[in-house]
């Protein structure tokens, strides 16, 4: 080994430290997760501005109805799905346990079942739409069941794959603790 200013020691080229500059795969996998979990965060921050944008012209009648319609009942409880993705955030930083744990189970709550609701309580609207051709709610000039129906799809997919991602993260978390605990 080298010193700062002084010899090496005997019988090393000094390339003997690589093992000790790997990071542990688990460290390496909670950043990495962490930042899949923050884009996913991201794009439902998006999703839910949008559907508040909805709800704010539809209320306020700031636009026609025949240009935005008034909300579906499903979007009233998915607002609270923010919370769940806010509590996600605070976890990160001194990767608390309990608020991951909080963030999954609320997740479930206020963002998958709030879609689920959705998905049946359009689904009378759409089967009428495809079968008849017959819509009458439409979001400048598209119909409204179409449009939510994607936003639906979109919103379903990233919080499955958050949840997905959190699941992975808490069980590196609890590698970490476990590594912690031995020592």
């Avoid at 010193?3 to 460290?27: I, K, L, M, N, W």
């Avoid at 109805?65 to 976890?91: C, F, K, N, R, T």
């Avoid at 879609?115 to 051709?133: N, T, V």
């Amino acid at each position: 080994m080298a010193s700062r200013g002084g010899p090496r020691a005997a019988g090393t080229d000094g390339s003997d430290f690589q093992h000790r500059e790997r990071v542990a795969s688990h460290y390496q996998m909670s950043v990495s997760l962490k930042s899949e979990i923050k884009k996913l965060i991201y794009t439902h921050v998006g999703i839910w501005l949008l559907l508040m944008a909805q709800m704010c012209v539809g209320h306020l009648k700031l636009l026609p109805h025949d240009q935005v319609a008034m909300p579906y009942q499903w979007e009233y409880p998915y607002l609270l799905s923010i919370l769940p993705s806010l509590l996600g955030l605070l976890s990160f930083p001194r990767n608390n346990i309990s608020y991951l744990v909080l963030s999954m189970i609320s997740t479930g709550l206020f963002s998958v079942a709030p879609l689920i609701y959705g998905a049946m309580e359009m689904f009378p609207m759409a089967q009428q739409l495809y079968r008849h051709g017959k819509a009458y709610r439409f979001i400048f000039g598209f119909s409204a069941v179409s449009i939510m129906y994607l936003v639906v799809v979109v919103a379903a997919q990233v919080h499955g794959w958050q949840l997905y991602y959190s699941k992975k993260l808490l069980d590196s978390w609890f590698t970490s603790t476990q590594e912690k605990k031995k020592k």
